[in-house]
T-cell receptor, first 113, second 116 residues
Framework: KAGVTQTPRYLIKTRGQQVTLSCSPI?????VSWYQQTPGQGLQFLFE???????NKGNFPGRFSGRQFSNSRSEMNVSTLELGDSALYLC????????????FGSGTRLTVV | AQSVTQLGSHVSVSEGALVLLRCNYS??????LFWYVQYPNQGLQLLLK??????LVKGINGFEAEFKKSETSFHLTKPSAHMSDAAEYFC??????????????FGKGTKLSVKP
């Protein structure tokens, strides 16, 4: 069966712009989490969604937001991009929070210039 | 607050040699611990996890890890390294009871190189 699909795979944006990243979970999975990966800070939790509700949020500024749709697909948005937002953004899905079968996508590589 | 420390950002072993990647954690509640592997330009793949029960956990690709509460450690081992094991490895602890991986705290990662 298809894995977690993240689109686009690569993205280049200019400082000050906004960006939207998409994550389609594995069929049947209703929980989606987002992580940011940078060389300096490593892997950091952004948010977790389940049944269209944000259940948990990491320590990121309000420029980072997300949502989940009724089909469990999720998007994250970053407004007013900064150079430091350049990162690999990873999405993971599972049947529900509290399960231990999380599957990660290949990520979206965002470069801010 | 929970935290994870991975000792050694780079580890190099010869093919066929023992692989030992170190992970120590800090947690005020019984932890749920995970090891992930990441190949270049790819996402994370779960190698193994400890939630409850047996402290020696076996994972995929011949890896295993032992949860040692007294040492607050969860080191990853593999008896014999293969060239295909070259990747970056991340130790993580769950920040929520129930073992939800929705909020994982990751270590900084260890890059494993395997020499022929």
């Amino acid at each position: 069966k298809a894995g977690v699909t993240q689109t686009p795979r690569y993205l280049i944006k200019t400082r000050g712009q906004q960006v939207t990243l998409s994550c389609s979970p594995i069929s049947g999975h209703r929980s989606v989490s987002w992580y940011q990966q940078t060389p300096g800070q490593g892997l950091q939790f952004l948010f977790e969604y389940f049944s269209e509700t944000q259940r948990n949020k990491g320590n990121f500024p309000g420029r980072f937001s997300g949502r989940q749709f009724s089909n469990s697909r999720s998007e994250m948005n970053v407004s007013t991009l900064e150079l430091g937002d350049s990162a690999l953004y990873l999405c993971a899905s599972s049947f529900s929070p509290g399960t231990d079968q999380n599957t990660f996508g290949s990520g979206t590589r965002l470069t801010v210039v | 607050a929970q935290s994870v420390t991975q000792l050694g950002s780079h580890v190099s072993v010869s093919e066929g040699a023992l692989v030992l990647l170190r992970c120590n954690y800090s947690s005020s509640v019984p932890p749920y611990l995970f090891w992930y592997v990441q190949y270049p330009n790819q996402g994370l793949q779960l190698l193994l996890k400890y939630t409850t029960g047996a402290t020696l956990v076996k994972g995929i690709n011949g890896f295993e890890a032992e949860f040692k509460k007294s040492e607050t450690s969860f080191h990853l081992t593999k008896p014999s390294a293969h060239m295909s094991d070259a990747a970056e490895y991340f130790c993580a602890v769950s920040d929520r009871e129930g073992g939800s991986q929705g909020n994982l705290i990751f270590g900084k990662g260890t890059k494993l190189s395997v020499k022929p």
